[in-house]
C-alpha cells in the first residue's frame, strides 16, 4: 500500500521560507515521479514542481527561482525548499506519485486530473 505522508507545513511571513518534506513508503513503480500540488481556497489544484526518475524537474511559472524539489533515497522523502514566500503561496500543498504502471512525462504528471497517489495535504500560510 502506497503511503504519502508530509510535514513541515506552517505560517510564516512574507519573504521567509519553508521545507516540506513527503515521506514514502510501498511505492514501488519503475519509472516513477514524484512532485507537489496546492491548492487555495476557492482555487483549482494545480502542480508546483515535480521529478522524475531521471533527476529531470519541472516547476510552475509562478515559483521558479524560490522553490526547489529534491529527494533524498536513501531515507525515501521528497522535499520542497520554498523560499522568499509570498501571500499568494498560501494554499493546502500535497506531495504525489505518479500512479500508473507505465513510462511517467513529467508534463503530463504536473497535470493535477491525471491519476496519482496523493497524501493527506499540509497547510502552507504567508502572511503579508
Known amino acids: 500500500q502506497v503511503q504519502l505522508v508530509e510535514s513541515g507545513g506552517g505560517s510564516v511571513q512574507a519573504g521567509g521560507s519553508l521545507r516540506l518534506s513527503c515521506t514514502v513508503s510501498g511505492y514501488t513503480a519503475r519509472n516513477p515521479c514524484l512532485g507537489w500540488f496546492r491548492q487555495a481556497p476557492g482555487k483549482e489544484r494545480e502542480g508546483v514542481a515535480g521529478m522524475n526518475s531521471f533527476g529531470d524537474t519541472q516547476y510552475a511559472e509562478s515559483v521558479k527561482g524560490r522553490f526547489s524539489i529534491s529527494k533524498d533515497n536513501a531515507k525515501n522523502t521528497l522535499y520542497l525548499q520554498m523560499n522568499n514566500l509570498k501571500a499568494e503561496d498560501t494554499a493546502m500543498y500535497f506531495c504525489?506519485?505518479?500512479?500508473?504502471?507505465?513510462?511517467?512525462?513529467?508534463?503530463?504528471?504536473?497535470?493535477?486530473?491525471?491519476?496519482?497517489?496523493w497524501g493527506q495535504g499540509a497547510q502552507v500560510t504567508v502572511s503579508s
Open positions: 504525489a506519485a505518479h500512479r500508473d504502471v507505465g513510462y511517467c512525462y513529467l508534463s503530463l504528471f504536473m497535470d493535477p486530473g491525471q491519476d496519482k497517489y
